[in-house]
Protein backbone atom coordinates (compact mmCIF):
# COMPACT_ATOMS: atom_id res chain seq x y z
CA UNK A 1 0.00 0.00 0.00
CA UNK A 2 1.38 3.44 -0.93
CA UNK A 3 0.95 5.93 0.92
CA UNK A 4 -0.09 10.11 0.02
CA UNK A 5 1.30 12.86 0.97
CA UNK A 6 -1.78 15.02 1.97
CA UNK A 7 -1.00 18.70 0.21
CA UNK A 8 -4.34 19.89 1.64
CA UNK A 9 -3.19 19.20 5.20
CA UNK A 10 0.47 20.61 4.62
CA UNK A 11 -0.92 23.88 3.19
CA UNK A 12 -3.75 24.70 6.08
CA UNK A 13 -0.86 24.10 8.94
CA UNK A 14 -3.04 25.01 11.47
CA UNK A 15 -3.96 23.71 15.17
CA UNK A 16 -7.35 21.32 14.01
CA UNK A 17 -9.71 19.59 15.27
CA UNK A 18 -13.08 17.90 14.75
CA UNK A 19 -15.71 15.13 15.48
CA UNK A 20 -16.51 12.49 12.65
CA UNK A 21 -19.19 9.60 12.63
CA UNK A 22 -18.25 6.59 10.61
CA UNK A 23 -14.63 8.13 9.34
CA UNK A 24 -12.34 6.41 6.75
CA UNK A 25 -9.26 8.02 5.64
CA UNK A 26 -6.76 7.02 3.16
CA UNK A 27 -3.13 5.82 3.56
CA UNK A 28 -1.55 9.61 3.98
CA UNK A 29 1.19 11.38 5.99
CA UNK A 30 1.88 15.11 6.62
CA UNK A 31 4.31 17.08 8.55
CA UNK A 32 1.44 17.58 11.44
CA UNK A 33 1.19 15.38 14.25
CA UNK A 34 -2.25 13.51 14.48
CA UNK A 35 -4.36 12.23 17.27
CA UNK A 36 -6.83 10.64 16.79
CA UNK A 37 -9.75 9.14 19.05
CA UNK A 38 -12.31 6.64 18.64
CA UNK A 39 -15.28 7.92 20.85
CA UNK A 40 -17.65 5.12 20.42
CA UNK A 41 -17.63 1.83 17.86
CA UNK A 42 -14.57 0.57 16.88
CA UNK A 43 -12.30 1.47 14.01
CA UNK A 44 -9.22 -0.11 12.51
CA UNK A 45 -6.12 1.91 12.44
CA UNK A 46 -3.34 1.84 10.91
CA UNK A 47 0.04 3.74 11.53
CA UNK A 48 3.68 2.83 9.95
CA UNK A 49 2.80 -0.72 9.27
CA UNK A 50 1.45 -1.09 12.60
CA UNK A 51 -2.43 -2.16 12.99
CA UNK A 52 -5.31 -2.18 15.64
CA UNK A 53 -9.06 -2.46 16.08
CA UNK A 54 -9.13 0.66 18.23
CA UNK A 55 -12.17 0.67 20.42
CA UNK A 56 -13.82 3.21 22.46
CA UNK A 57 -12.02 5.45 24.95
CA UNK A 58 -8.71 4.83 23.15
CA UNK A 59 -6.51 6.66 20.15
CA UNK A 60 -3.41 6.32 18.11
CA UNK A 61 -0.72 8.67 17.63
CA UNK A 62 0.56 9.93 14.13
CA UNK A 63 3.77 11.95 14.47
CA UNK A 64 5.51 13.79 11.30
CA UNK A 65 5.50 11.82 8.31
CA UNK A 66 3.80 8.63 10.21
CA UNK A 67 1.94 6.97 7.38
CA UNK A 68 -1.64 6.51 9.05
CA UNK A 69 -5.16 5.46 8.11
CA UNK A 70 -8.64 5.16 9.62
CA UNK A 71 -11.60 2.42 8.91
CA UNK A 72 -14.81 2.11 10.29
CA UNK A 73 -15.90 -2.03 10.46
CA UNK A 74 -19.45 -0.95 11.49
CA UNK A 75 -19.85 2.31 13.46
CA UNK A 76 -17.93 4.51 15.05
CA UNK A 77 -17.89 8.23 16.70
CA UNK A 78 -14.56 9.60 16.44
CA UNK A 79 -12.49 13.13 16.91
CA UNK A 80 -9.34 14.18 15.85
CA UNK A 81 -6.98 16.39 16.98
CA UNK A 82 -3.82 18.25 14.42
CA UNK A 83 -1.05 19.83 16.09
CA UNK A 84 1.54 21.54 13.32
CA UNK A 85 5.28 20.81 14.73
CA UNK A 86 5.83 25.14 14.93
CA UNK A 87 3.67 24.92 17.94
CA UNK A 88 5.62 22.12 19.92
CA UNK A 89 9.43 22.36 18.77
CA UNK A 90 10.75 20.98 22.00
CA UNK A 91 8.61 18.11 21.18
CA UNK A 92 9.67 17.92 17.66
CA UNK A 93 13.82 18.18 19.11
CA UNK A 94 13.25 15.77 21.43
CA UNK A 95 12.08 12.67 19.59
CA UNK A 96 14.00 13.84 16.37
CA UNK A 97 16.02 10.68 15.01
CA UNK A 98 13.18 8.41 16.40
CA UNK A 99 10.22 6.05 15.89
CA UNK A 100 7.07 5.41 17.39
CA UNK A 101 7.24 1.59 18.16
CA UNK A 102 3.83 1.50 19.24
CA UNK A 103 1.45 4.02 18.27
CA UNK A 104 -1.68 3.35 20.12
CA UNK A 105 -2.62 4.39 23.48
CA UNK A 106 -5.00 1.76 25.23
CA UNK A 107 -4.71 3.73 28.89
CA UNK A 108 -8.19 5.34 29.00
CA UNK A 109 -7.23 6.96 31.75
CA UNK A 110 -4.25 9.14 29.96
CA UNK A 111 -6.89 9.27 26.67
CA UNK A 112 -9.56 11.23 29.14
CA UNK A 113 -6.82 13.26 30.46
CA UNK A 114 -5.96 14.02 26.44
CA UNK A 115 -9.87 14.78 25.72
CA UNK A 116 -10.33 17.01 28.97
CA UNK A 117 -6.94 18.98 28.01
CA UNK A 118 -8.74 19.02 24.73
CA UNK A 119 -11.93 20.45 25.80
CA UNK A 120 -10.48 23.41 27.97
CA UNK A 121 -8.01 24.26 25.41
CA UNK A 122 -10.77 24.63 22.69
CA UNK A 123 -12.97 26.78 25.71
CA UNK A 124 -9.78 29.41 25.69
CA UNK A 125 -8.38 28.95 22.20
CA UNK A 126 -7.71 32.43 21.82
CA UNK A 127 -5.68 32.84 25.00
CA UNK A 128 -2.32 32.04 23.24
CA UNK A 129 -0.19 30.93 26.41
CA UNK A 130 -2.70 28.50 28.03
CA UNK A 131 -3.37 27.21 24.15
CA UNK A 132 0.68 26.39 24.33
CA UNK A 133 0.41 24.97 27.90
CA UNK A 134 -2.18 22.51 26.68
CA UNK A 135 -0.97 21.68 24.13
CA UNK A 136 2.71 20.38 26.14
CA UNK A 137 0.11 18.68 28.58
CA UNK A 138 -1.00 16.79 25.49
CA UNK A 139 1.96 15.85 24.29
CA UNK A 140 3.84 15.18 27.50
CA UNK A 141 0.83 13.10 28.38
CA UNK A 142 1.41 11.07 24.97
CA UNK A 143 4.81 10.64 25.09
CA UNK A 144 4.24 9.03 28.77
CA UNK A 145 2.56 6.25 27.13
CA UNK A 146 4.56 5.68 23.76
CA UNK A 147 7.85 4.34 23.01
CA UNK A 148 10.43 4.54 20.51
CA UNK A 149 13.13 3.26 19.07
CA UNK A 150 15.85 5.07 16.54
CA UNK A 151 14.85 5.91 12.83
CA UNK A 152 17.61 3.36 10.86
CA UNK A 153 18.35 6.63 8.88
CA UNK A 154 17.31 9.85 9.51
CA UNK A 155 15.93 12.10 6.97
CA UNK A 156 15.66 15.87 6.01
CA UNK A 157 11.79 16.73 6.81
CA UNK A 158 12.32 19.85 4.98
CA UNK A 159 13.40 18.53 1.77
CA UNK A 160 10.76 15.77 1.94
CA UNK A 161 8.35 18.76 1.42
CA UNK A 162 10.46 20.18 -1.16
CA UNK A 163 10.31 17.67 -3.69
CA UNK A 164 6.61 16.28 -2.78
CA UNK A 165 5.49 19.97 -3.23
CA UNK A 166 7.72 20.37 -6.70
CA UNK A 167 6.08 17.27 -8.03
CA UNK A 168 2.38 18.33 -7.16
CA UNK A 169 3.07 21.39 -8.60
CA UNK A 170 5.03 20.51 -11.75
CA UNK A 171 3.87 16.89 -12.55
CA UNK A 172 2.28 17.93 -15.71
CA UNK A 173 5.27 18.79 -17.09
CA UNK A 174 7.74 16.85 -18.65
CA UNK A 175 9.81 16.89 -15.24
CA UNK A 176 12.41 13.94 -14.36
CA UNK A 177 14.54 13.17 -11.55
CA UNK A 178 17.23 15.43 -12.99
CA UNK A 179 14.85 18.70 -13.94
CA UNK A 180 13.90 18.10 -9.96
CA UNK A 181 16.99 17.82 -8.82
CA UNK A 182 18.39 20.61 -10.58
CA UNK A 183 15.63 23.03 -9.30
CA UNK A 184 16.26 22.35 -6.06
CA UNK A 185 19.95 22.17 -6.43
CA UNK A 186 20.97 18.35 -5.84
CA UNK A 187 23.07 15.79 -7.32
CA UNK A 188 20.62 13.66 -8.97
CA UNK A 189 21.63 10.04 -7.65
CA UNK A 190 21.28 12.08 -3.66
CA UNK A 191 17.72 12.90 -4.73
CA UNK A 192 17.15 9.26 -5.89
CA UNK A 193 18.41 7.51 -3.06
CA UNK A 194 16.67 10.22 -0.28
CA UNK A 195 13.14 9.77 -1.79
CA UNK A 196 13.68 6.10 -1.54
CA UNK A 197 14.88 6.07 1.40
CA UNK A 198 12.06 8.34 3.11
CA UNK A 199 9.05 7.08 1.41
CA UNK A 200 10.25 3.35 0.41
CA UNK A 201 9.37 4.04 -3.44
CA UNK A 202 11.12 5.17 -6.20
CA UNK A 203 10.90 8.88 -7.54
CA UNK A 204 9.75 8.31 -11.07
CA UNK A 205 7.24 5.24 -9.76
CA UNK A 206 5.49 8.27 -7.18
CA UNK A 207 5.56 10.63 -10.15
CA UNK A 208 3.25 8.40 -12.61
CA UNK A 209 1.14 7.65 -9.50
CA UNK A 210 0.06 11.07 -8.64
CA UNK A 211 0.32 11.46 -13.11
CA UNK A 212 -2.45 8.44 -12.70
CA UNK A 213 -4.16 10.33 -9.65
CA UNK A 214 -5.09 13.55 -11.90
CA UNK A 215 -5.68 10.98 -14.68
CA UNK A 216 -8.53 9.05 -12.58
CA UNK A 217 -10.12 12.59 -11.77
CA UNK A 218 -10.23 13.70 -15.11
CA UNK A 219 -12.21 10.36 -16.69
CA UNK A 220 -14.44 10.75 -13.70
CA UNK A 221 -15.34 14.05 -15.20
CA UNK A 222 -16.84 12.37 -18.11
CA UNK A 223 -16.30 15.38 -20.47
CA UNK A 224 -12.40 14.55 -21.86
CA UNK A 225 -11.22 12.03 -24.14
CA UNK A 226 -8.46 9.07 -23.01
CA UNK A 227 -5.95 10.90 -25.20
CA UNK A 228 -6.58 13.99 -22.49
CA UNK A 229 -6.67 12.39 -19.43
CA UNK A 230 -3.32 11.52 -20.36
CA UNK A 231 -1.29 14.45 -21.76
CA UNK A 232 -3.11 16.76 -19.52
CA UNK A 233 -1.76 14.96 -16.18
CA UNK A 234 2.14 14.91 -17.62
CA UNK A 235 2.41 11.33 -19.48
CA UNK A 236 4.09 11.85 -22.80
CA UNK A 237 2.75 8.64 -25.15
CA UNK A 238 -0.22 7.20 -25.26
CA UNK A 239 1.26 3.63 -25.11
CA UNK A 240 3.55 4.79 -21.61
CA UNK A 241 -0.15 6.19 -20.21
CA UNK A 242 -1.80 2.88 -21.04
CA UNK A 243 1.24 0.60 -19.96
CA UNK A 244 0.77 2.57 -16.53
CA UNK A 245 -2.28 2.31 -16.13
CA UNK A 246 -2.66 -1.48 -16.68
CA UNK A 247 -0.12 -1.73 -14.17
CA UNK A 248 -1.66 0.09 -11.43
CA UNK A 249 -5.26 -0.89 -12.23
CA UNK A 250 -4.88 -4.29 -14.49
CA UNK A 251 -6.97 -3.38 -17.02
CA UNK A 252 -6.94 -0.56 -19.70
CA UNK A 253 -8.16 2.80 -19.91
CA UNK A 254 -10.96 2.37 -22.22
CA UNK A 255 -11.86 -0.74 -19.92
CA UNK A 256 -12.19 1.37 -17.25
CA UNK A 257 -13.86 4.34 -18.86
CA UNK A 258 -16.89 2.31 -20.23
CA UNK A 259 -17.28 0.54 -16.90
CA UNK A 260 -18.00 4.19 -15.18
CA UNK A 261 -19.93 5.26 -18.17
CA UNK A 262 -22.08 2.24 -17.22
CA UNK A 263 -22.73 3.34 -13.78
CA UNK A 264 -24.24 6.69 -14.91
Given at each position: ?10 Q ?12 K???H ?23 RV ?30 P ?7 V ?8 T ?37 L ?8 F ?10 L ?15 I ?18 YF???F ?7 L??I ?5 L ?25 Y ?22
Open positions: MKAEFGFKRENNTLFYKEYQNDGIFFHSQIELYFVDSGEMEICVNGYKVKKGEMSVSFSYDAHSYKTPKASKSSVLIITYLCEKLNKIKGKRSSPFITDKDAVKKIKSCISEMRENIDNEILRLGYIYVIGTVIGNISKDREKQTDKESSKILFYINENFRKNTVATISKDLGYNPSYISRKACNIGINQYCIRLKNAMLMHEHSHNIAYCAFESGFNSMRTFRAFNNEFGCSPKEYSEEIYSRI
